[in-house]
């Protein structure tokens, strides 16, 4: 029952703060905090669905992951290592000291609090920017950087507050150098395990052709590589990324995404609707000048510090703002951390509830704050420009990578349009990569893969399959999702082509139709034609062939216009043989 209500309150306040323009995450928080305990009280322990909830944090990574590739990350390291450890530090130390300043902690309890404060919202800040398409653009990059490093910075973090623990019976664990000779370790094993053990799996799963066992072994793949990283007291979003990234240059790419995409929503939906179960509106009713203005602080000084550090690293202001105001909020792994902090004695758990509240409160602010500075964001998103080969914004997808689609792919290569390549044949997809041609696997007749592999944002997508692929009912579908793309679809016969009658189709074409006409031309000119009654007599069939085709169009009757058909019987008789 408990499950019912979560999502039904759920769907009901995200679509509401969809309409809204506020966001899911907004609407899910709020959703949790109305059936939590201290409003409607419907629903029940909030912190038993933590460690699933976690979860879509989780997916979320690893999803981020196979969008990077090892050498993309490379390129990124200098913002990774740079900024992001600019970012933790800075807002840190800036955060610990206005708490040492502004309140009787101690400094022990301040950098206990000030240094998870520096934590920003993965869960948050990575799906306004999917959703938002900016997720691999400069600005977008440079907030993943900083997001990465969070993630990474949890280990040195976890160890601080160990150190400063004043509670002797606690175990702080290995000391912080064995953690990161573990923590490295364990993502060499990652990465051998990728590469000699998952890829050699999906490579066999692609052969079956059983699409659930992908579903199954990507969840397996994500849940392993979490799993070890839980065992060894490391940041299990940080193993599941290694994982995504390990597969990102596999065929397998989008096919595993358009798998885990889901179960990542739904996750990540129960992670914050758990978040704002745990709300304690009683302390924030307790303390609501503290509560509001600590938020507030914690949002002036990240948004100063970020921002600070945007200018230092080449940003413009305006877009420098942006980011400072993107990440200007508290983090889920500080829940984490404050908890720590409350095991070693470092603060009481009424603190610890009361800076949860705080942490939340910030989360739910990002939404408003990215509204209403819109219209000053609003010149550096329009100027800036997208990462790889551009050609005036043209982008295909070609789906279907056999004979056919070779040819229409390596034209457009040739007139450099960048190009993804789907196809389900995975030895041809082995042979093309021996040829150095990039083909990922997937059904390319699936929405969600589709959209995957970027079909949202290209202006093209060309249909090469081969048999009776693609029907009308996907090329209506296909229009009905990625309504700015046009649709070019190679049909197997005359009769495939009449299916596609009324389908929304801007150019269709049959298999052999071309080469047939060659190749009657080659034989015309051999026996003597000149090359005026060739091109004659190629406009008398291509004119007679597409009256007739209108005909079977129009009646839907692939047997209509049956006296157009050109035989020798029917010629003769027209020239009064």
């Known amino acids: 029952m408990d499950g019912v209500l979560l999502l039904g309150f759920g769907l009901g306040f995200v679509l509401l703060f969809r309409k809204l323009g506020l966001g899911a995450t907004l609407g899910y928080l709020v959703a949790g905090a109305v059936v939590g305990p201290?409003?409607?009280?419907?629903?029940?322990?909030?912190?038993?669905?933590?460690?699933?909830?976690?979860?879509?944090?989780?997916?979320?990574?690893?999803?981020?992951?196979?969008?990077l590739s090892p050498s993309r990350l490379w390129e990124m390291k200098s913002e990774i290592f740079g900024l992001g450890l600019?970012?933790?530090?800075?807002?840190?130390?800036?955060?610990?000291?206005?708490?040492?300043?502004?309140?009787?902690?101690?400094?022990?309890?301040?950098?206990?609090?000030?240094?998870p404060l520096a934590l920003s919202s993965t869960a948050q800040v990575l799906p306004m920017l999917q959703s938002a398409g900016r997720l691999h653009t400069p600005f977008g990059e440079r907030a993943f950087s900083i997001l990465l490093f969070q993630d990474l910075s949890i280990i040195p973090l976890l160890t601080i507050v160990a150190a400063l623990s004043r509670n002797p019976a606690q175990d702080t664990g290995p000391p912080g150098w064995q953690m990161v000779l573990i923590t490295l370790a364990a993502i060499a094993g990652l990465i051998l395990a990728g590469r000699f053990l998952v890829r050699p799996l999906f490579r066999l799963i692609s052969r079956l052709g059983e699409r659930e066992m992908f579903v199954v072994a990507a969840l397996a793949v994500v849940v392993s590589a979490a799993a070890l990283m839980e065992v060894l007291g490391l940041s299990t979003a940080l193993g599941a990324f290694i994982a995504g990234v390990m597969l990102a240059d596999t065929p397998f790419r989008h096919e595993i995404e358009a798998d885990v995409e889901p179960f990542r929503s739904i996750l990540l939906g129960l992670f914050f609707l758990a978040v704002g179960m745990m709300l304690d509106l009683s302390v924030i009713a307790a303390n609501p000048l503290f509560v509001v203005g600590m938020a507030g602080a914690l949002i002036a000084t990240k948004t100063l510090v970020i921002g600070g550090l945007g200018l230092v690293f080449g940003m413009r202001w305006r877009a420098a703002l942006a980011l400072g105001l993107l990440l200007s909020q508290g983090g889920e792994f500080g829940f984490v951390l404050f908890t720590r902090a409350q095991q070693g004695l470092l603060i009481e758990p009424e603190a610890a509830s009361l800076f949860g509240a705080i942490v939340t409160l910030s989360m739910a602010t990002t939404p408003f704050l990215m509204m209403a500075t819109k219209r000053i964001r609003r010149?550096?998103?329009?100027?800036?420009?997208?990462?790889?080969?551009?050609?005036?914004?043209?982008?295909?997808?070609?789906?279907?990578?056999?004979r056919f689609g070779?040819?229409?792919?390596?034209?457009?290569?040739?007139?450099?349009?960048?190009?993804?390549?789907?196809?389900?044949?995975?030895?041809?997809?082995?042979?093309?990569?021996?040829?150095?041609?990039?083909?990922?696997?997937?059904?390319?007749?699936?929405?969600?893969?589709?959209?995957?592999?970027?079909?949202?944002?290209?202006s093209m997508i060309l249909f090469c399959l081969d048999g009776d692929n693609p029907t009308a009912d996907l090329l209506r579908s296909v229009r009905e999702h990625f309504p700015q793309a046009k649709i070019y679809a190679r049909v197997f016969d005359r009769r495939s082509l009449i299916d596609l009658r009324g389908a929304p189709v801007d150019f269709a074409i049959r298999e052999v139709m071309e080469s047939a006409v060659q190749m009657a031309r080659a034989a015309l000119e051999e026996l003597g034609d000149n090359l005026e009654d060739i091109d004659k007599t190629e406009k008398t069939y291509r004119d007679n062939d597409r009256e007739r085709l209108d005909l079977q169009k129009g009646e839907g009757n692939y047997r209509a216009g049956r006296d157009r058909i050109i035989t020798q019987e029917t010629r003769s008789a027209r020239r009064g043989d």
Request: with cysteine; aromatic share 6%.
């Open 86 to 115: 600019l970012q933790v530090a800075l807002c840190g130390l800036a955060l610990s000291a206005l708490l040492y300043v502004a309140t009787p902690f101690t400094l022990g309890a301040s950098l206990a609090i000030g240094l």
């Open 38 to 67: 201290d409003v409607l009280g419907l629903a029940g322990d909030a912190e038993a669905m933590i460690p699933v909830a976690e979860l879509g944090i989780t997916l979320l990574l690893f999803v981020v992951g196979l969008e």
């Open 379 to 402: 010149e550096p998103m329009v100027q800036e420009e997208r990462e790889g080969p551009r050609t005036d914004g043209a982008s295909a997808l070609v789906v279907g990578y056999g």
């Open 406 to 458: 070779q040819t229409v792919a390596q034209m457009l290569i040739t007139s450099n349009i960048p190009v993804t390549l789907i196809d389900t044949d995975t030895e041809m997809i082995d042979v093309a990569g021996n040829f150095g041609a990039k083909v990922y696997f997937g059904d390319g007749t699936r929405i969600d893969l589709l959209r995957q592999a970027g079909a949202g944002e290209a």
